[in-house]
């Protein structure tokens, strides 16, 4: 499980491994990873628990000495727990620092960002990590304000955005898009997150299955074209009479269209309702492929 959080994934997984699995939980918000090892740490001796970045997968199986695994489990969301908490400042509903940090013991916060980034920079974030169609505007509000008073608190932040909204009626509070542009660029979310998906299916035994989480369309995105990129297929010019690439693939997809929660799940939980679940499954090497029959 590369990112534990609370552990609730995680409690499922033990109950299906059984005594004879081995579950290595890996988070890198520390104070979450501590939480989830005090809910569920009693119920199996089997778990190695491991603060750090899931980008750093192969280095932690490398130092367990798991060559192959049956299993990888990737959910890019924010926990319930961090969300909730003000002091965190994921929620501009909640009143609290402007920090961000998965891991609060180093890093950037979103307040030096909002504050010290050139407009330029800030627009950019802006556009690419919330895909804000009035980046323009709000980054413009955002030094305005900022050379009067410190941007230091959620609140703050959001009653920037509320005013440069205006009053009209919006299917998404003003706010969303730029808190997850901000969060995305503290934690770095989307750095190399196509080759994590590499290097952790190439780290699957055969039939292994790697399923990912994922909470917007960037990362959704990602995960999708890095998938199709591992699955077998001909990328020879189009010209040549016949395939000579070799490129023989090493997923294949379970599913092809992302699985999105039902209606009844969102009811329940409504932070779900963005969620896009995407599954890919192990194929064996070429050479340890069963060969198919010849039609006679």
Not at 155 to 173: D, N, T, Y
Request: charged share 30%; net charge positive.
């Amino acid at each position: 499980d590369c990112t534990t959080g609370g552990g609730g994934h995680a409690e499922r997984i033990l109950e299906s491994i059984g005594a004879g699995g081995s579950l290595l939980a890996l988070d890198r918000d520390p104070e979450a990873l501590a939480l989830a090892r005090g809910r569920i740490g009693h119920k199996s001796n089997r778990i190695c628990w491991q603060v750090g970045d899931f980008r750093q997968l192969p280095v932690f199986l490398a130092e367990l000495g798991w060559q192959k695994v049956d299993g990888i489990l990737v959910d890019l969301g924010l926990s319930s727990m961090q969300i909730e908490d003000p002091s965190r400042g994921f929620s501009f509903l909640r009143e609290g620092p402007l920090d961000m940090r998965f891991d609060r013991r180093s890093g950037i916060t979103a307040e030096e960002i909002l504050n010290d980034f050139k407009e330029a920079d800030l627009r950019s974030i802006l556009r690419s990590y919330g895909e804000e169609p009035a980046a323009a505007r709000i980054v413009r509000r955002i030094v305005r304000e900022r050379k009067r008073n410190r941007i230091r608190t959620t609140r703050q932040l959001a009653g920037i955005l509320e005013s440069v909204a205006g009053p009209i009626p919006r299917r998404i509070h003003p706010a969303t898009r730029t808190f997850q542009a901000l969060r995305i660029a503290v934690n770095r979310e989307l750095d190399d997150l196509d080759r994590f998906l590499t290097d952790a299916a190439h780290h699957l035994s055969d039939g292994g299955r790697i399923v990912v989480i994922a909470f917007h369309s960037l990362e959704d995105r990602i995960v999708k074209h890095s998938f199709i990129a591992m699955v077998p297929h001909c990328v020879c010019p189009p010209r040549l009479p016949q395939c000579l690439c070799d490129h023989p693939g090493i997923l294949n997809l379970l599913v092809k269209r992302p699985v999105r929660p039902a209606p009844e799940e969102v009811a329940s939980n409504p932070r779900a309702r963005s969620a896009r679940l995407r599954a890919a499954e192990r194929i064996p090497a070429p050479e340890n492929r069963k060969p198919t029959a010849s039609a006679v």
